[in-house]
């Protein structure tokens, strides 16, 4: 027999979808059946959380305690990245292989760092900002109107400062 369900206990499920869709209930099913809850009352909630992340790809947290899943957002650098760029939402079923070809500026870069740091394995933040700068290159867009990859050799050169934290 399988151990009794402890009321108590946190169950946490990551799963990715797309920003203010309800996902399709088939895949949400196996992650949150054998804890009791309903895929499709889960599905509105992701949709409901995540309506500022309109057409991108995100990563949902579910925390699950008691029967009840609540929902929070895991932005990744790539999402963090074309939200910077302000880009108008695209229907992904009509507009496919899309060019992000904008511009973001240091200060982005930056912001989305100190939002990436604790999921970051740099040693500081200098090495975060380089990790978002690579993400930049290959989302496809330019940093102050510079390739990123240049900006990343200033940084490793020492010509450009990032602050500490």
Known sequence: MPPKFDPNEEKIIYVRAVGGEVGATSTLAPKV????????????DIA???????????????????????????????????????????????????KHDGNISMADVLQIARVMRKKSMAKGLEGTVKEILGTCQSVGCTVDDKAPHD???????????????
């Open 48 to 98: 409901k959380n995540s309506k500022d992340w309109k057409g991108l790809k995100i990563t949902c947290q579910l925390i699950v305690k008691n029967r009840v899943a609540t929902v929070s957002i895991v932005p990744s650098a790539s999402a963090l990245v074309i939200r910077a760029l302000k880009e108008p939402p695209r229907d992904r079923k009509k507009v496919k292989n899309i």
């Open 33 to 44: 059946g054998p804890l009791g809850l309903n895929a499709k009352k889960i599905g509105e």
């Open 151 to 165: 900006i990343i050799e200033e940084i490793r050169r020492g010509e450009r400062e990032i602050p500490e934290e």
